[in-house]
């Protein structure tokens, strides 16, 4: 399958991207794993393409005090295999594991994903459990929104025309915390069907911090909150841990496809919230 | 597939059945819509086009409202055919009082042909929730402001 | 329109003039005259056109030809040296990692790709390996099997 | 379990060697029809029907036809004389729907090829397709086959508002007695979804015609070369002698590319009237909607026994969804079904009743299997409700109802005649690997513990070496031609037409056995028209059994050629031949064959009655079909909490007669029980009630992964085969059909202390979690 014809430039500022995407029918290519099978298949036919392989500043990952700053074109592998990741915000590492296929991961960036902003994507869970912030730009200058800010619905983003994502912020996590992502895969297509991301710290045998993110489950990820104040304060054994999570997909709108339904996928999420929550506990010291 | 869901609107029964079935209304909420002209009795050639993140295409086709029962239900059919497919929606919204609104209900089939239905069935409830969420938002703030 | 691309094919350098909107996969195939990788599907999910860009497997299909400027591809025909297979071609012979071949040529890269990695696999980390390629004729035993005993070739 | 490189001779077959087709596709240096690049080749792209069914008010080409680079553009009304798309298979008072290879003023399935666009390459050809201006008027459509028959449903040819294209009654002994008799009767419903090939390559064709000496050329992603020429050239109306058909290296086939599709007259006619060679590459979407699908059974399935699990008789009644018209042998494959239905037990009173259905969905045909999977899948469960009805176990009952050992050849109530078995040591094989007492132990302590456990037996039979020619539409017979060449070497050519079954290896073997040669010495050609004498091709498990014993044959008639010329260089009338030389039994003196070869092509001097030269050709036409069999057995745990399933062992245990390749026969049973897994767990191509197919790509069509999968512990028994010499059975298509029984027999056990009796496939977490869920409320 073919794509339409289009214009092809590599920026090597960002002044200059930002000049390229001021043309509505511009589009960015970052990672382009989303967006070249749309492209093949003409759902998608932007009339430019803004490569943003050479803009400096957008790759690399840093240790700036207690936050880790992930330039937005920095792909799922270097996330996945980055000692600086794995050992300051390991659920990120785990989430970036958990996408789609090597070859996906090698070409694939974070920066890409969230613009995307596909209801199944594995990176939201986390950084909703993260309350990771996005650092956006554009020629009028940056402002910096929470995630649950960022992600607004299905496909859509806190992006206006001509803004770009250029760094992604999560916090170091705290010593002795216990984090993970369990994620119901889709067999085909490797989506998410429901995926959820913990993050556990324990004070004294109990919880005294909960995160808890969910992807899948409805047209957004979220953050549930209501699981997290059910948590806390608990010894997080199995029966805490089941109650907390029993109303996790309460007064959502859950999604419903020939791959699961809608009442599957809430259970779904009450058992892939209860094994992320089981395995952050037992890694929490 | 089958598509259920229900919103509320901040009016009555008998303005929001109306305001559902105003040609102007329904022009400014579809999302996308470009151009709504009505051709016969209750059916509405439409132009629309559609932009999902990276997904765009250009749809021609048809509004027709149908089995009006005044301010309680009616059926809505919306159809679009472009070069990236068709898609079709037929369903029925039903209108009751709740607190000082209404609720509407709707339920029905949602049909997607061609290339559209390539990208992944998984994206075709989702997304036709957010574009009838996106209508009644729109809906609300056009009204709210009329 | 068209755009002056340099490539490192499987070591040698080359300049093509491509349209932007050329994959990968099909500039390989038709421009280079490099049949080795297929195409197997629009959706970036069988990996039978899976290659090396700079050290990293790739799915060609997902990749336009100018994102490839100034870049190092090596493809299934770049693999054997001095007609000596590589490792992960001899194993995937010797242990009939393969029946139709369609895939292989995808299925060798990514496995040269997890081998570099991680050299001592075990069989899940294999098979998490190839998430990527389906293959419909092995069920992927002898795959498994050709990757192990790869490991040990290439530790050996 | 190393492989060997052996370079005596004389013992290979039976050995595990390496594939000599292997090096060419390790080094990307085979050619796929994708990889044929011809001077002045245009590409064509094929506009098809959005639609399941839809009126074509018109078509306006001519903005595509302005677009620069395009070439042509044609529509149905320039093929009308083209084709039909054939059918081969015939049945009394069978519908054929006409099959235009572009639609006329009506579509009839999402896909249905409606225009086609040919330009100078394949980005313009596209881009010209959206130029394409088609009015349409979508109809209603029907998808489900039982829906179809219903009063009222939408009809998919108005000719036909019953959408019924045959109705099949086969019967044999008193059924409505036994049944009326019986102590035990047991029915059930069975599903066997419809299923997409999928093969990594997709079809494609290159057509190439040469006006001057009026030849086309086609190269097509075939199984059937041969098959396909001459129904080609009758679509055209050309010569077959003007024909020549290519299948060069082909990707898998799975019985997808055992067909003759409306492309391969359509590229033809395009090079034909544009003068230039023209490609078309299916794409993987168009090969979802396009290509044949499998299976589509809703079977009602009643078998009457005794209380001690004797099985006395059975009734089916078989709702075929056929699609929209019939492929190559889309009629035909439920009458496979019909005819393994008793499996490897022995009863003798039967009735079948198909209802073949037209819907509004691309045809089904065969795929791997071709009816018995959905036959043995019956069969297996059937026997297994019953087991459950009578508290027995399910491999007693097994044993209890085997045809007996000394029963061969056994004549079966469907009118077949199995050749030779020994039904019970597969299974005493596989119940001794897996411990089977053990294992049930083990259950009794998972159930104890709230884990759901099961175990779960198939024990197929299935028919092989499609077959005699009676049995066959196009003849069953299989033809090799063996010439040693004037250097001793030898090149075979078969009628046969692999995709990965690695018959360039075994045909080898035999070879370098029978000639005493080297395995190296061996080329083994197929595929091509022009090379290849008229041959069948590769399906049905047919190419080793009849291909094989083709190609045995006219090594034997070769061998005394041999002997002959041997003689006459050894000066000498006591001659043997082995190892590869003449060897004069007096004097001990040799010749060898390059020798021999030499003197035959130099013919300086002739033996009597001798012709110069060393061909051998023989047409094997085969007495009986081959009836391999086997024992499968899969321990699965049911997770509580999502339904999913876990493999926890699987071992098949086959028996396809004489092994020629161990090595081989292990990767077949492998690949062929991942098949049968992906049925049993992952696949379905489901259409939605307006004819959309909604698992239209590999985003929502899952075949099975690397990590989907468990590990397969296989072995073997061997009972030979008496209807060849060579032994041999066929094992293409044995680990697809033993799979899915086993592995739904075994998730049914682990639920069955919740009271499941069946479960269709595919058995989805959800589908599981649903029973779950039933059984806590």
Redesign the interface.
């Known amino acids: 399958m073919i794509p339409q014809n289009f214009d092809y430039a590599t920026p090597e500022s960002l002044e200059e991207a930002f000049r390229l995407l001021s043309d509505p029918n511009a589009k960015v290519l970052a990672g382009g794993q989303s967006l070249i099978p749309m492209m093949r298949l003409r759902l998608a036919a932007p009339e430019t393409l803004v490569d943003l392989r050479g803009v400096p500043g957008l790759g690399g990952i840093r240790l700036e005090g207690r936050t880790l700053r992930v330039g937005a074109m920095v792909t799922h592998y270097e996330l996945e295999s980055s000692p600086l990741v794995r050992k300051s915000c390991p659920l990120l590492a785990e989430a970036a594991a958990n996408i789609g296929d090597v070859q996906v991961r090698n070409c694939g960036t974070i920066g890409g994903s969230l613009a995307h902003a596909d209801p199944a994507a594995d990176y939201p869970a986390s950084l909703h459990a993260l309350e990771a912030s996005v650092r956006i730009a554009s020629p009028s200058g940056e402002r910096t929104v929470s995630i649950a800010d960022f992600l607004v619905d299905t496909f859509t983003t806190a992006l206006e025309p001509g803004e770009l994502v250029v760094e992604v912020s999560v916090p170091v996590e705290a010593e002795g915390a216990g984090v993970s992502y369990q994620k119901c895969v889709q067999p085909a297509s490797g989506f998410a069907i429901v995926g959820v991301a913990a993050r556990i710290v324990k004070k004294d045998g109990e919880i005294a911090f909960a995160r808890i993110g969910v992807t899948g489950l409805s047209g957004n990820a979220f953050r549930a909150t209501g699981v997290e104040k059910l948590l806390e304060g608990t010894r997080g054994d199995a029966s805490d841990i089941g109650r907390a999570v029993a109303g996790i997909g309460d007064g959502v709108d859950a999604n419903n496809d020939i791959h699961a339904s809608a009442a599957y996928r809430q259970h779904l999420a009450r058992v892939y919230a209860a094994r992320a929550i089981v395995a952050a506990v037992s890694r929490a010291k | 597939m089958k598509i259920a869901g229900s919103h509320t609107l901040p009016f009555a029964p008998e303005r929001a059945y109306n305001l559902l079935q105003d040609p102007q209304i329904l022009a400014a909420c579809m999302p996308g819509c470009e151009q709504l002209v009505k051709i016969a009795e209750d059916t509405y050639q439409m132009k629309m086009k559609m932009v999902l993140a990276a997904i765009s295409g250009q749809f021609d086709g048809k509004v027709r409202i149908a089995d009006p029962n005044p301010h309680t239900s009616f059926r809505l059919i919306v159809e679009g055919t472009g070069k990236i497919g068709f898609m079709k929606g037929d369903g029925r919204l039903t209108l009751a009082p709740k607190d000082t609104g209404t609720e509407v209900a709707y339920e029905g089939d949602v049909q997607v042909g061609g290339t559209m239905a390539a990208v992944g069935q998984r994206l075709i409830d989702t997304t036709s929730k957010m574009m009838i969420k996106r209508f009644f938002d729109k809906l609300c703030e056009k009204a709210g402001s009329a | 329109m068209k755009k002056s691309i340099t490539v490192t094919l499987n070591g040698r350098k080359t300049t093509h003039d491509v349209e932007p909107r050329l994959l990968l996969i099909h500039f390989l195939r038709e421009t280079a005259g490099l049949t080795g990788p297929h195409i197997g599907c629009e959706t970036s999910i069988c990996g039978a056109c899976t290659v090396s860009v700079d050290g990293k497997a790739v799915k060609s299909c997902t990749m336009f030809a100018v994102q490839a400027d100034g870049r190092e591809v090596v493809t299934i025909e770049g693999l054997a040296s001095n007609g000596k297979l590589h490792p992960v071609q001899e194993a995937f012979w010797e242990q009939h990692g393969l029946q139709c071949g369609y895939c292989t040529p995808g299925m060798i890269l990514a496995s040269k790709q997890l081998l570099e990695r991680n050299p001592h696999p075990t069989d899940a980390e294999i098979r998490h390996g190839l998430e990527g390629n389906l293959c419909r004729c092995t069920g992927y035993q002898n795959i498994v099997n050709a990757v192990r005993s790869a490991a040990g070739k290439m530790g050996a | 379990m190393?492989?060997t490189t052996i370079t005596k001779t004389g013992t290979l077959v039976g050995k595990r060697l390496?594939?000599k087709?292997?090096?060419?596709?390790?080094?990307?240096?085979?050619?796929?029809t994708?990889?044929i690049?011809l001077p002045g080749m245009n590409y064509a792209s094929i506009l098809r029907s959005?639609?399941a069914a839809a009126k074509i008010r018109g078509i306006d080409i001519s903005k595509a036809l302005e677009h620069p680079g395009v070439v042509a553009v044609y529509t149905g009304a320039d093929v009308k004389d083209v084709g039909p798309v054939p059918c081969g298979a015939s049945l009394p008072g069978l519908r054929v729907p006409h099959h235009h290879i572009l639609a006329q003023d009506r579509t009839y399935f999402?896909g249905h090829p409606v225009a086609v666009v040919v330009a100078a390459d394949?980005?313009i050809a596209?881009?010209a397709l959206?130029l394409v201006e088609v009015d349409?008027d979508p109809l209603p459509a029907v998808a489900d086959p039982e829906k179809a028959i219903e009063a009222g449903a939408p009809a998919v040819h108005p000719e036909w508002p019953d959408n019924i294209a045959f109705n099949f009654h086969q019967e044999n002994g008193e059924v409505d007695k036994v049944f009326a008799e019986a102590e035990v009767v047991v029915k059930q419903r069975i599903i066997s979804q419809r299923l997409i090939p999928?093969?990594?390559?997709?079809r494609g064709v290159v057509a190439d015609y040469r006006g001057g000496d009026k030849t086309l050329t086609i190269y097509s992603s075939s199984q059937i070369p041969h098959l396909m020429r001459n129904l080609v050239a009758q679509m055209l109306g050309i010569a077959d002698n003007h024909l020549r058909v290519v299948a060069p290296?082909?990707?898998?086939g799975?019985g997808s590319k055992l067909n003759v599709y409306a492309e391969e007259a359509l590229m033809g006619f395009i090079a034909m009237k544009t003068g230039k060679p023209v490609k078309w590459?299916e794409?993987?979407?168009e090969n979802f909607l396009t290509t044949i699908h499998g299976r589509g059974h809703v079977d009602y399935f009643e078998l009457a026994a005794k209380k001690d699990g004797t099985i006395l008789a059975m009734k089916l009644k078989l709702i075929q969804d056929l699609g929209s018209y019939h492929q190559l042998l889309t009629p035909a494959i439920p009458t496979l079904s019909v005819l393994m239905m008793p499996g490897i037990y022995n009863f003798k009173h039967i009735r079948a009743d198909i209802v073949g259905v037209f819907t509004n969905c691309v045809p089904t045909d065969a795929y791997r299997g071709a009816g018995r999977p959905e036959a043995t899948h019956g069969i297996e469960r059937m026997v297994d409700v019953l087991a459950a009805e009578l508290n027995m176990d399910p491999a007693e009952i097994r044993l209890k109802n085997f045809v007996p050992n000394d029963a061969f050849p056994y004549a079966t109530a469907t009118g077949l005649t199995y050749d030779s078995g020994n039904y019970a040591a597969p299974l005493h094989k596989a119940l001794e690997i897996v411990d089977y007492k053990s294992l049930r132990a083990e259950q009794k302590k998972a159930r104890a513990e709230g884990r759901l456990m099961g175990v779960g037996i198939s024990t197929y039979g299935e028919i092989c070496a499609m077959g005699p020619s009676p049995a066959t539409p196009a003849g069953g017979w299989e033809s090799a031609s063996v010439r040693i060449e004037p250097s001793g070497k030898v090149t075979v050519m078969t009628g046969i037409k692999p995709?990965?079954?690695?018959e360039e290896t075994t045909f080898s073997q035999i070879v370098a056995d029978e000639l005493g040669v080297e395995m190296d010495d061996v080329t083994v050609l197929h595929g091509d028209t022009m090379v290849v004498q008229y041959g069948i091709g590769t399906f049905g498990s047919r190419a080793t059994a009849i291909g094989g014993t083709a190609l045995y044959f006219a090594l034997q008639e070769l061998k005394k050629k041999v002997k002959k010329f041997g003689a006459m260089i050894l000066e000498s009338d006591d001659v043997s031949f082995s190892g590869g030389q003449c060897i004069c039994n007096r004097t001990g003196r040799t010749a060898d064959l390059s020798q021999i070869a030499g003197a035959s092509y130099r013919a300086m001097k002739l033996p009597p009655d001798t012709d110069p030269g060393l061909v051998a050709t023989n047409f094997w036409e085969p007495p009986n079909f081959t009836f391999p069999f086997g024992a499968h057995i899969c321990v699965t745990e049911v997770d509580r909490?999502?339904g999913a399933v876990e493999i926890k062992r699987y071992v098949a245990v086959d028996d396809c007669g004489r092994i020629i390749n161990p090595?081989?026969v292990?990767?077949q049973v492998?690949?062929?029980?991942?098949?049968g897994l992906g049925q049993a767990l992952?696949e379905h191509g489901?259409y939605?009630?307006?004819g959309?197919?909604?698992?239209?790509?590999?985003?929502?069509?899952?075949?099975?992964?690397?990590?989907?999968?468990p590990?397969?512990e296989t072995d073997h028994t061997v009972t030979p085969s008496p209807v060849n010499p060579l032994g041999v059975k066929g094992v293409g298509e044995a680990?697809t059909i033993g799979a899915s029984p086993s592995i739904v027999n075994s998730v049914v056990d682990a639920l069955s202390p919740l009271g499941v009796r069946h479960l269709d496939m595919p058995l989805t977490p959800?589908s599981l979690?649903?029973i779950l869920?039933g059984a806590r409320a």
């Not at chain 4, 087709?21 to 050619?31: F, H, M, V, W």
């Not at chain 4, 959309?692 to 999968?709: H, N, R, W």
């Open positions: 190393a492989t390496k594939r087709e292997d090096p060419r596709l390790i080094t990307g240096t085979a050619t796929y994708d990889d690049q959005p639609y999402v394949r980005y596209r881009d959206d349409w999928c093969p990594m390559e997709t290296e082909v990707g898998g799975f590459i794409t993987r979407r995709q990965g079954q690695g909490d999502t090595m081989i292990e990767g492998q690949g062929g029980v991942v098949q992952y489901i939605d009630e307006s959309q197919l909604v698992t239209g790509e590999f985003m929502d069509y899952a075949i099975p992964k690397a990590t989907m999968v590990w397969i680990g959800e979690w649903k869920e």
